[in-house]
């Protein structure tokens, strides 16, 4: 195994690293940006707007609201990556590598836009009067033809399996060791196998329920979620107010010129930065890999460019926000600076910012609560796929193994898992990309339609003595 764990440890690096799709990502993101003239910075307002005031779109067709869409997607980015990933960046490439993944999260917001509105656009009915879309209908029936039909069955062959590891028993892991050591930490002992059956029974009552079960859910739980986690790095900042200016000096500052060693911490390059802050970035948000436009194909909803405004804040809240609240806690702590890595550092920063021993526990509970919404979110992910191959009458049969995974994952170990599904999230990117670049004018006039009816609808209502348009 260990063998493998060597070769599979390198794949991943290169499908990863600065010569793949690191590179592919950004260029991507860049091109999109430009081509919607910077679209994610000038209606970055109206879209926050549309997804957290207005929320849903009456009468229109579609299973989940806005706002239901918006935290299922949410539900699989928000995890592992705001915690973990960030604290791993942060170690590896210094504090500049926090302005990359900013850097990472603004361009990938067109690149989320852009999957949501093909998603909608391209979207079908399934046999049970559901919306089904994502990357595998808009590569098949957008792009077309056998290479269409090729990149859509990539898609999908990678999103079905690649949810089994990153958005499951990866995870269900998390939660287990997290659990585990917070109650050792009281002098308690919980045996992992009834973290994953407890984990298992909660998953599977809101999975099997499917995609209004997981919107429902993802609704209520998933801001709360977030709102916690955020009020509690909020205090540690305001406690720590005084180191603020000079963690985000710090950040600037060494995103240009490095690191140089500090306390615990090794030094790090300008290159170091930018790899380890744009990858960690992507597997926090995940715009590029196509995975948001499977949730976003189901919201109810008459213009797809609509959605795909309320689904780009998805990478807003994610990276901008959330990222950045760990990210600046861990700087203005002095944390970073301590040579730990991972969730570790990210606990070391909430038990020096916050008073008492409380800091720590803080971090365990808020990455279980991260890692068990992702499952929810990648459980829907994976069907849909799987369902796009295999027809409807795999879904039922792909919830239960994925229940199954999420106990199995809580267990043990899992390198091998976690190597291997990293390598499956890589390549699921890569036809996704293709197709958003071939795809690219079908993004553009979609959105120039959809703006040209806003404005003319505006002028209308104003003509007829004010309001807002329909």
């Not at 090794?266 to 715009?287: K, M, P, T, W």
């Amino acid at each position: 195994m260990g063998a493998v764990e060597r070769v599979l440890g390198q794949i991943s690096d290169f499908v990863w690293g600065p010569f793949l799709l690191v590179p592919l990502l950004l260029i991507t993101g860049f091109y999109l940006t430009l081509r919607l003239r910077g679209l994610q910075f000038r209606e970055l307002g109206h879209s926050l707007w549309l997804a957290l005031v207005v929320r849903k779109e009456r009468g229109a067709e579609g299973d989940i609201s806005h706002f239901q869409a918006l935290m299922t997607a949410l539900a699989a980015t928000v995890g592992t990556g705001n915690i973990v990933g960030v604290a791993t960046a942060i170690a590896a490439g210094g504090p500049g590598a926090l302005f990359w993944m900013w850097m990472t999260g603004l361009v990938g917001m067109a690149t989320k836009y852009s999957e949501a509105i093909l998603s909608v656009r391209f979207r079908e009915t399934d046999e049970k009067g559901e919306q089904i879309g994502g990357p595998m209908y808009y590569l098949d029936r957008g792009v077309g033809g056998p290479l269409g039909k090729l990149l859509g069955v990539l898609f999908a062959i990678f999103a079905s399996i690649a949810a089994f590891g990153i958005g499951n028993m990866v995870q269900s892991n998390a939660v287990s060791n997290a659990v585990s050591n917070s109650a050792a930490s009281f002098g308690l002992s919980i045996h992992p196998g009834v973290i994953g059956v407890v984990l298992a029974v909660l998953a599977g009552s809101v999975i099997l329920g499917g995609i209004k079960s997981i919107g429902r859910f993802a609704g209520t739980f998933v801001p709360a979620m977030i709102v916690l986690y955020m009020a509690a790095a909020g205090l540690i900042l305001l406690l720590n107010f005084r180191g603020i200016p000079g963690a985000l000096a710090l950040v600037f500052q060494s995103a240009f010129s490095g690191t140089a060693a500090a306390g615990g911490f090794l030094g790090a390059g300008i290159a170091q930065a930018i790899r380890f802050g744009v990858a960690r970035g992507i597997f926090s948000n995940e715009s590029g890999l196509g995975s948001a436009g499977i949730a976003a194909a189901a919201a109810q909803t008459r213009e797809p460019a609509r959605q795909a405004l309320v689904s780009m804040t998805q990478t807003f809240i994610d990276t901008i926000v959330v990222c950045s609240f760990t990210g600046i806690a861990i700087v203005a702590t002095g944390a970073w600076q301590t040579g730990l890595d991972g969730p570790g550092l990210t606990q070391q920063a909430f038990s020096s910012g916050l008073p008492g021993q409380f800091g720590g526990l803080i971090v365990a509970v808020s990455l279980s609560l991260f890692a068990f919404s992702t499952m929810l979110g990648w459980a829907y992910y994976g069907e849909k796929s799987l369902e796009y191959l295999l027809g409807i009458k795999a879904v039922l049969p792909y919830r239960i193994v994925f229940i199954v995974a999420i106990f199995v994952g809580s267990l043990g170990t899992l390198n091998f898992v976690w190597l291997f599904s990293d390598i499956m999230n890589g390549l699921m990117a890569l036809p996704n990309l293709i197709g958003l670049l071939l795809l690219s004018g079908v993004i553009v006039a979609e959105t120039r339609s959809y703006f040209q009816r806003v404005s003319r609808d505006a002028e209308a209502a104003e003509a007829r003595g004010g309001g807002e348009p329909a």
